[in-house]
């Protein structure tokens, strides 16, 4: 239904406009614009343009209301609250108050960037080596300085020969625990408005991909290169250069001109749009997570994993949490790596005020080894997240964000206990 004169009426109220005033500046009657606020007359073309201006409003926002994205940002936003929200008015508000709408949803991918970002470090911290031998180099180098200074000050005294020795000691232990110590804070320590610091050379990656949505124009056939192209480490280079070759092929079975509209009559469903053009499931999903952002688009998330469950490409959407620092097993895309070639389709509902429901749809693919069939095959699992706005189903599969941020304290499938203090109680 066009609720076009709907929103024009809720826009009019908000600027404590009269119906009487709003129609003689756009030269119309009165009772012509009743009917048009009760959405008995259809409305288009020059008049909602005026009637727009009017407002101080932007024409696509009356004619089309809010956009799909950010509605789906903002609810996700209240997903990880604890509070109860109007979600039913996501669409009014996000209309009527895009800037506010807009600051809300900016808010909350802040703190889930945020979040994610404290997991990796708790992560990083716990198991890696490097620095557990950095932090053991300034106790060493604090517990000799403090040992010698001890010496040197007691009662005791220490002939000039040993004092010297001992001086020396003590430079070279302190020298090193500035060394040691510049390192840790650098470790720790980005300024406010520096980039986010990649931890790995795949984050990195996924970082220059985000800049555009994981869509490559230059990988397009007769595409333009991207300007000003993010700087990366030759690690994360190479992994862009694999990126690039599949995206390649992707494209080039699946052009722009073909998968866009089959996308849109779908609804972004993979497997209709699989089954129109004819195309692998896995490809497809792949496809449809990489293609240039479209005004009425949901948005698409993408998980590609191994065998072991290691997350090799991560596209999140907004609001879910997702991190390969510790990804929930209940997620569809493990079920499809016990049973490759069959496609699995579900409804995974994160909690929150309102839930946050996703429709994922997962395949894993069994790869031939490519030093001869005499080795184990290798198995790739892919998924596809879209937003969902239907009513939760009585299948949908109950995931989290990973147990350190889940609240789900009754999951079967929790391995540990949360590290994060939340309110919410389930």
């Excluded at 994205?69 to 009527?96: F, H, I, K, N, W």
């Excluded at 995206?247 to 089954?275: C, E, F, H, I």
């Amino acid at each position: 239904m066009d609720r076009t004169g709907s929103r024009i009426r809720a826009r009019r109220l908000d600027a404590k406009m009269a119906q009487r005033d709003l129609a003689q500046s756009v030269g119309i009657s009165a009772s012509y614009l009743n009917l048009i606020e009760h959405d008995r007359r259809r409305i288009g073309g020059k008049l909602l343009t005026q009637l727009a201006a009017a407002l101080n409003l932007d024409p696509a926002l009356l004619a089309e209301g809010a956009d799909a994205g950010l509605v789906v940002r903002m609810r996700a936003a209240a997903s990880q609250t604890g509070q109860t929200v109007e979600a039913a008015q996501t669409s009014d508000l996000a209309g009527r108050y895009p800037g506010w709408a807009r600051l809300i949803a900016a808010q909350a991918d802040r703190i889930a960037a945020l979040e994610q970002r404290t997991q990796m470090l708790e992560d990083r911290i716990t198991h890696d080596p490097a620095l557990a031998t950095a932090l053991h180099g300034v106790i060493s180098a604090v517990t000799s300085i403090q040992s010698t200074a001890a010496i040197l000050t007691g009662e005791s005294k220490v002939d000039a020969d040993w004092q010297a020795r001992f001086h020396r000691n003590i430079h070279d232990d302190a020298a090193r625990l500035a060394q040691t110590s510049a390192a840790l804070i650098a470790y720790f320590d980005a300024p406010a408005n520096a980039p986010p610091v990649s931890l790995s050379p795949l984050e990195e990656a996924e970082q220059a991909l985000s800049r555009t949505g994981f869509h490559r124009p230059a990988q397009e056939p007769d595409g333009a290169p991207l300007a000003n192209e993010l700087q990366v480490s030759a690690a994360a280079a190479g992994l862009l250069a694999d990126y690039d070759a599949r995206y390649r092929a992707d494209a080039a079975a699946l052009p722009l001109a073909t998968v866009l509209p089959a996308a849109k009559a779908a609804q972004y469903d993979p497997l209709r749009v699989a089954a129109q053009t004819g195309r692998p499931l896995a490809q497809v999903m792949r496809r449809l997570a990489a293609l240039p952002a479209q005004g009425d688009a949901p948005p698409l998330g993408l998980l590609i994993c191994d065998a072991a469950g290691v997350v090799r490409l991560l596209k999140p959407v907004p609001g879910a949490g997702l991190s390969r620092a510790g990804l929930c097993p209940l997620w569809p895309i493990f079920s499809a790596l016990g049973q490759p070639g069959r496609a699995v389709a579900a409804q995974a509902v994160l909690p929150g005020t309102p839930d946050l429901r996703l429709i994922c749809h997962a395949i894993a693919e069994v790869i031939p080894h490519p030093d001869g069939p005499h080795l184990p095959p290798l198995i790739e699992a892919t998924m596809l997240l879209r937003p969902d706005d239907g009513p939760a189903a009585a299948a949908a599969v109950p995931v989290g964000a990973g147990c350190r941020l889940c609240p789900r304290s009754a999951c079967p499938a929790r391995r540990e206990p949360a590290s994060v203090s939340l309110s919410m109680t389930l």
